[in-house]
């Protein structure tokens, strides 16, 4: 679309004169006065700053896996959102610093209220996600919220927001994930 002649449309307001320099007022807002109480708080995400000297030393970390174990780790993670602005060359050395993890039917895999430090994704196995209202004891009163059937990937929201993990996974048989740690 051509906007070079946009202005040709519209007329001068009357009274006002186009060349002269409006100020605008600075508002009036105190920072250390409360707000609305009732009002609803943002949530906001930060990162930590990047650090050349951190780059200079990374080393690449491998983990022998079959050709069928990385296809499906492949497929376990296209639909992960941490994974969707990666290109190959990116997710390919997220895939290969994963290693195994085998799980016995009925182990904790994460906790809620816990620190996350790794990211899983499964390999085979089901895993139950519990959550419950009581952050002090997330063991009362919890909720079964979503099974996975031997695909999918968990873990990744207490990495990406650096908040404690928001539900327990349980394994409901013998499985195996491969796993990423956080650094």
Same mark, same amino acid.
């Given at each position: 679309?051509?906007?070079?002649?946009?202005?040709?449309?519209?007329?001068?307001?009357?009274?006002?004169? !186009?060349?002269?320099?409006?100020? $605008?007022?600075?508002?009036?807002?105190?920072?250390?006065? @409360? &707000? /609305? #109480?009732?009002?609803?708080?943002?949530?906001?995400?930060?990162?930590?700053?990047?650090?050349?000297?951190?780059?200079?030393?990374?080393?690449?970390?491998?983990?022998?896996?079959?050709?069928?174990?990385?296809?499906?780790?492949?497929?376990?993670?296209?639909?992960?959102?941490?994974?969707?602005?990666?290109?190959? !060359?990116?997710?390919?050395?997220? $895939?290969?610093?994963?290693?195994?993890?085998?799980?016995? @039917? &009925? /182990? #904790?895999?994460?906790?809620?209220?816990?620190?996350?430090?790794?990211?899983?994704?499964?390999?085979?196995?089901?895993?139950?996600?519990?959550?419950?209202?009581?952050?002090?004891?997330?063991?009362?009163?919890?909720?079964?919220?979503?099974?996975?059937?031997?695909?999918?990937?968990?873990?990744?929201?207490?990495?990406?927001?650096?908040?404690?993990?928001?539900?327990?996974?349980?394994?409901?048989?013998?499985?195996?994930?491969?796993?990423?740690?956080?650094?």
């Amino acid at each position: 679309m051509d906007y070079s002649d946009h202005k040709s449309s519209f007329e001068p307001m009357a009274g006002i004169d !186009e060349d002269l320099k409006y100020e $605008v007022p600075p508002l009036n807002i105190d920072p250390n006065a @409360k &707000g /609305d #109480e009732n009002r609803k708080r943002r949530f906001s995400v930060s990162a930590e700053s990047s650090d050349d000297k951190k780059s200079e030393k990374f080393i690449k970390k491998v983990y022998p896996k079959s050709k069928e174990a990385l296809d499906r780790i492949k497929q376990s993670t296209q639909d992960v959102f941490l994974f969707e602005g990666l290109d190959t !060359e990116q997710s390919n050395l997220l $895939v290969d610093a994963m290693f195994e993890k085998k799980c016995q @039917k &009925g /182990d #904790e895999i994460i906790c809620q209220g816990d620190h996350g430090d790794y990211f899983y994704v499964i390999e085979s196995g089901i895993y139950e996600v519990w959550k419950s209202e009581n952050k002090n004891n997330p063991n009362i009163d919890s909720k079964k919220v979503f099974q996975y059937n031997n695909k999918g990937a968990f873990g990744e929201l207490a990495l990406m927001y650096n908040a404690p993990r928001a539900a327990t996974v349980k394994a409901v048989t013998n499985g195996l994930l491969y796993r990423i740690r956080y650094l």
